[in-house]
């Protein structure tokens, strides 16, 4: 069932009424909406996360697995961020 030339002009000018969030904040907020586990985040830390606990976590990798040039280190950081999202995911299964 197609929608009528009256319905389409009614959702554009509805459209034109939603001017979504304005505020630094507000923006923040919205574009986490979907966000459930953050497995497939774009970065492996969360906003709400603790950086300095993140930094540490990383530094352990590195002292332990003393990566040598720029492909053992960025081997070491993608093992170092799947495994905290990890943990982040196995957190929040045993919260449930």
């Given amino acids: 069932m ?10 554009r000018a509805n459209a034109k009424l939603s001017t979504g969030p304005r505020t630094a904040e507000g923006k923040q907020r919205s574009a986490s909406n979907a966000l459930q586990h953050g497995l497939t985040a774009r970065t492996a830390l969360l906003p709400e996360e603790d950086q300095q ?3 540490e976590f990383c530094a352990d990798f590195r002292e332990d697995l003393k990566p040598k040039g720029t492909l053992e280190e960025q081997l070491v950081r993608t093992l170092a961020d799947s495994k905290w999202r990890l943990n982040r995911c196995r957190s929040s299964e045993s919260e449930r």
């Fill in 2 to 11: 197609s929608a009528t030339a009256a319905r389409i002009e009614a959702n």
């Fill in 53 to 55: 606990a993140y930094q």
